[in-house]
């Protein structure tokens, strides 16, 4: 049996996130999948890999300018993990051209949805985009033809660029070399074309088809060379010192400025652009080869989402589904005081998109209008900008009731949203908090206080997701209402630290980071581990996003040498090696990639059969369990328990439809089986939608 002490290095995170988008990819890939939806998960998969690029290789390129010698968890150094990486990451593009050009767009035009480009223009398709060309888009660019006194213009982070080579000599007797068109963002990127014109019922043209046909119209008298779209991406990373602020409103809102021209990391261009044209940009923004990408089709695939959210197409598309809304809120609680008593009766546990948010709106729509309620307490991490669960804390507030807001302002990509909802809530009287400054608020939980029979009650929501009714229908994730008093009580006493000063506060029945949620996690691991060695059952079952945290993952090969049963869910980047003879022969490693996102954190440890059950917003990483504010809370309910065993648990493992299996060298396999075919999200919409 192999020591956890000489056990390999840990695999690679970036290499395992795009492990993960490979995986999101495979559902482009799968001619079962809607034709609407294979575009969809190919944009999901650019996106991604856009954040990737602006996080995690921007770092990756630090740790090579400031530790290059340094060794990381993985075993290399940053030089050869950002070789590693590249290699894979230009791989991963290349198949998602192939995709895109080779089968996904051809999929769509044979069902009268598609791109119109200008090489198979009839006239009429001419004729009416150069006539959009003139009226729309011309007026608002601004062609810059470089030399001494129009230098290279300053670059957006993944703003659309062309750069044109020029022949000729202008109005001035100036020859003409290289231009730059910068597309402005008002121009729309995808423009409807009419189904007379386009000759199929949905088509569309880029604004790069029509810049690349017209574009010598900017420069009148001389010759285009060629025209090539290319964009830029930027580090994207907030940098504030937590020791120099005194106001983090502020100083984040002059870091958010300067957000889009941070340092470059990543050069996009058109798959035909000749190399002296590349290598030219690759100058400019001090970038090499291996962090250019030739694209075949629009550099920002991105866009393309705008195609699938403007066809009305069902035909294309899953078939709709509506969450169920559970009982007792499908229409018996008419009243405010009738919902607060069917919570104080028993807990409830609502799992989304599955079940309906609407319950968790109702609890605060109820808190905003009872005249028993006294508080309302919050923490938002995301929730977009047209929320109506924050217009229901604005009415609280606007009501007299006292509405104390945690908004955490560093949520990576929202920083704006956040602050501009935290400038709308001071604005109608309510208490305003940011948190702890070095500690993101992640916790996902809402308190309200009502008055009832002279005292004061406490009820509480408290959820593995953000308070985001969009992406409750996109994300999988627990909530659960209650009204349990060592529960709310507990909420109470993080409100309190969250908002004022103090020691750390005893809590009866959550765990918290950064204080106890490590120490307990590690604690219930090792006495999982005493268990087996004892020769008894142990077992761990977890879910979460990612698993990353060295200290964790060494507990648990330790584990799985003692001979824990071990059953891990994670649906994107995973450190740990599954599988190893010796080392984690008894671990076992899913991801489910699907219609919907795995976003739930659920931990179960058998312990001797006492069975703690924990939901929770908190995954296995470094930053989660030392650097934010997370909350993991117990499911008390017996009959709740076994619910979140079944849907988090027992159903994913007999997934053989939208599943893939860990190998022990960081690779993924899609389980396949000979036993009926089963789809955990099809199975839990039949079960509970």
């Known amino acids: 049996m192999r020591a956890v002490e000489e056990m390999p290095v840990l695999l690679n995170r970036e290499l395992s996130v795009l492990k993960f988008n490979e995986r999101v990819l495979s559902m482009a890939e799968r001619a079962d999948v809607p034709a609407l939806e294979r575009l969809r998960y190919l944009c999901i998969v650019g996106s991604n890999l856009d954040e990737f690029f602006e996080i995690r290789m921007a770092s990756l390129k630090e740790q090579q300018r400031q530790t290059p010698e340094l060794r990381g968890v993985d075993g290399m150094t940053p030089d050869e993990a950002f070789d590693r990486v590249q290699r894979a990451a230009h791989a991963l593009v290349d198949r998602q051209n192939r995709l895109l050009t080779g089968e996904v767009m051809p999929r769509l035009m044979e069902h009268g949805v598609g791109l119109i480009y200008s090489t198979g223009w009839n006239d009429l398709q001419r004729e009416w985009a150069h006539g959009i060309f003139r009226r729309d888009v011309i007026p608002l660019l601004t062609p810059i033809g470089l030399d001494p006194a129009h230098p290279f213009p300053r670059v957006y982070n993944k703003s659309l660029n062309f750069i044109i080579a020029l022949s000729g000599e202008d109005a001035f007797g100036r020859e003409g070399h290289i231009a730059i068109v910068?597309?402005?963002?008002?121009?729309?990127?995808?423009?409807?074309?009419?189904?007379?014109?386009?000759?199929?019922?949905?088509?569309?043209?880029?604004?790069?088809?029509?810049?690349?046909?017209?574009?010598?119209?900017?420069?009148?008298?001389?010759?285009?060379?060629?025209?090539?779209?290319?964009?830029?991406?930027?580090?994207?990373?907030?940098?504030?010192?937590?020791?120099?602020i005194t106001n983090l409103r502020q100083a984040l809102q002059g870091?958010?400025?300067?957000?889009?021209?941070?340092?470059?990391?990543?050069?996009?261009?058109?798959?035909?652009?000749?190399?002296?044209?590349?290598?030219?940009?690759?100058?400019?923004?001090?970038?090499?080869?291996?962090?250019?990408?030739?694209?075949?089709?629009?550099?920002?695939?991105?866009?393309?989402?705008?195609?699938?959210?403007r066809v009305n197409r069902p035909d294309l598309e899953y078939p709709p589904f509506r969450p169920r809304m559970p009982a007792p809120f499908d229409g018996g609680l008419e009243r405010p005081d009738e919902l607060f008593a069917a919570i104080a009766a028993r807990d409830h546990l609502l799992h989304h998109p599955y079940q309906s948010f609407q319950p968790v709106l109702m609890f605060l729509r109820s808190a905003a209008l009872d005249p028993q309620v006294v508080a309302i307490k919050q923490t938002i991490y995301r929730t977009g900008e047209d929320s109506e669960l924050m217009g229901l804390l604005l009415s609280a507030a606007r009501a007299g009731k006292e509405v104390t807001v945690v908004v955490e302002l560093m949520a990576r990509f929202d920083e704006q949203t956040n602050i501009n909802w935290a400038a709308r809530l001071e604005e109608v009287g309510a208490h305003v908090s940011y948190g702890v400054v070095g500690h993101k608020t992640h916790a996902?939980?809402?308190?309200?206080?009502?008055?009832?029979?002279?005292?004061?009650?406490?009820?509480g929501h408290l959820g593995t997701g953000n308070y985001h009714p969009r992406t409750a229908r996109l994300y999988t994730d627990f909530?659960?209402?209650?009204?349990?008093q060592q529960m709310c009580e507990d909420m109470d006493q993080?409100?309190?630290?969250?908002?004022?000063?103090?020691?750390?506060?005893?809590?009866?029945?959550?765990?918290?980071?950064?204080?106890t949620l490590h120490e307990t996690v590690l604690n219930l691991i090792r006495s999982e581990t005493e268990f087996a060695r004892a020769g008894k059952r142990a077992r761990i079952r977890a879910k979460m996003n990612s698993l990353l945290e060295p200290e964790v993952i060494r507990a648990l090969y330790e584990a799985s040498q003692a001979g824990v049963r071990i059953d891990l869910i994670v649906r994107g980047a995973c450190a740990l090696q599954a599988g190893v003879p010796g080392l984690s022969d008894h671990i076992r490693v899913r991801s489910i990639i699907g219609r919907f996102l795995e976003h739930s954190r659920v931990f179960y440890f058998y312990q001797d059969g006492a069975e703690p059950l924990y939901l929770s917003s908190a995954d296995w990483m470094d930053r989660n369990f030392l650097r934010r504010v997370e909350l993991a809370f117990p499911v008390l309910d017996k009959t709740l328990r076994r619910r979140v065993i079944d849907e988090a648990f027992t159903f994913a493992w007999r997934d053989n439809q939208l599943a893939w299996a860990a190998q022990p060298d960081g690779r993924y396999l899609r389980v396949r089986n000979r036993r009926a075919a089963f789809s955990l999200h099809q199975h839990l919409m039949a079960r509970l939608g």
């Not at 909530?479 to 349990?484: E, I, K, M, S, Y």
């Open 479 to 484: 909530g659960l209402l209650t009204a349990n």
């Open 444 to 459: 996902k939980m809402a308190l309200v206080l009502r008055r009832e029979d002279g005292r004061i009650r406490r009820y």
């Open 255 to 309: 870091e958010l400025s300067q957000r889009n021209f941070g340092a470059s990391v990543r050069l996009e261009i058109a798959h035909a652009m000749p190399p002296d044209l590349e290598l030219f940009l690759q100058r400019e923004f001090s970038l090499g080869a291996a962090d250019t990408y030739r694209v075949n089709g629009p550099v920002n695939l991105t866009r393309l989402m705008q195609l699938c959210n």
């Open 494 to 515: 993080v409100f309190s630290l969250l908002t004022g000063l103090g020691a750390r506060r005893e809590l009866k029945l959550l765990l918290q980071s950064p204080f």
């Open 182 to 244: 910068q597309a402005p963002r008002a121009l729309p990127r995808m423009i409807k074309v009419p189904a007379e014109i386009a000759g199929i019922p949905d088509g569309f043209m880029l604004l790069t088809t029509l810049i690349n046909a017209f574009v010598g119209e900017l420069f009148p008298g001389m010759n285009v060379q060629g025209c090539y779209q290319w964009r830029v991406t930027r580090n994207s990373d907030l940098f504030v010192d937590e020791e120099e």
